[in-house]
């Protein structure tokens, strides 16, 4: 199974201020049709998870423009340009390139 | 708009059985593949099997092989999850997923399984 590790595990983060999350994979997530299949999910408090990334850069409908995804290979980020009081929650990386998709630990997001 | 809604978690004991169901509304469900995640309490997220929009192919991870069957009925746009052999660590709350691109895109708001005896 590809293992994807996330760091950090925690962010506390000033309101405003931007926020960044490491995700790497433990191998390359390029599919054989030359998609790299990375995605960011976004798991508020008591809430299901919502997808704000998909193929490593692309933003879901709706997602602000603050929420920005980068990466190759194996190693990805998402950076939230300015964190706002709605971004509290946890943010997981998953990989869809390989039978199990798999996700990475989560991030916990909080204001300082 | 996408809507899933599952239903079906309960108290089961452990070795006894259960069926997740998930209805779903606002696409063509026919169109689409279908997953169940989990999250138990507390923890991460882990996807535990997917099945194709016809039925014809279904992938399970390891944990639940053997045990998990997955399922739908595209006449009445639902998805099933027939769990068997239940153990603690599926204690969860399991979710249905719309499968697009080798993601999943809209998730319902999940049915609580826990095992305990």
């Known amino acids: 199974d590809i293992v994807m590790t996330q760091s950090p595990l925690s962010l506390p983060v000033t309101l405003g201020q931007p926020a960044s999350i490491s995700c790497r994979s433990s191998q390359s997530l390029v599919f054989s049709d030359g998609n790299t299949y990375l995605n960011w999910f976004q798991q508020r408090p008591g809430q299901s998870p919502r997808r704000l990334i998909y193929?490593?850069?692309n933003r879901d409908s709706g997602v602000p423009d603050r929420f920005t995804g980068s990466g190759s290979g194996t190693d990805f980020t998402l950076k939230i340009n300015r964190v706002e009081a709605e971004d509290v929650g946890v943010y997981y990386c998953?990989?869809?390139?390989?039978?199990?998709?798999?996700f990475g630990q989560g991030t916990k997001v909080e204001i300082k | 708009e996408v809507h899933l809604v599952e239903s079906g978690g309960g108290l089961v004991q452990p070795g006894g059985s259960l069926r997740l169901s998930c209805a779903a509304s606002?696409?063509?469900?026919?169109?689409?593949?279908m997953s169940w995640a989990r999250q138990a309490p507390g923890k991460g997220l882990e996807c535990v099997a997917n099945i194709k929009y016809d039925g014809s192919e279904k992938y399970y991870v390891d944990s639940v092989k053997g045990r998990f069957t997955i399922s739908r009925d595209n006449a009445k746009n639902s998805l099933y999850l027939q769990m068997n052999s239940l153990r603690a660590d599926d204690t969860a709350v399991y979710y249905c997923a719309r499968a697009e691109s080798r993601s999943t895109d809209y998730w319902g708001q999940g049915t609580l399984l826990t095992v305990s005896s």
């Open positions: 998953m990989q869809g390139t390989q039978w199990p998709w798999t």
């Open positions: 193929k490593v850069s």
């Open positions: 606002g696409f063509t469900f026919s169109y689409y593949w």
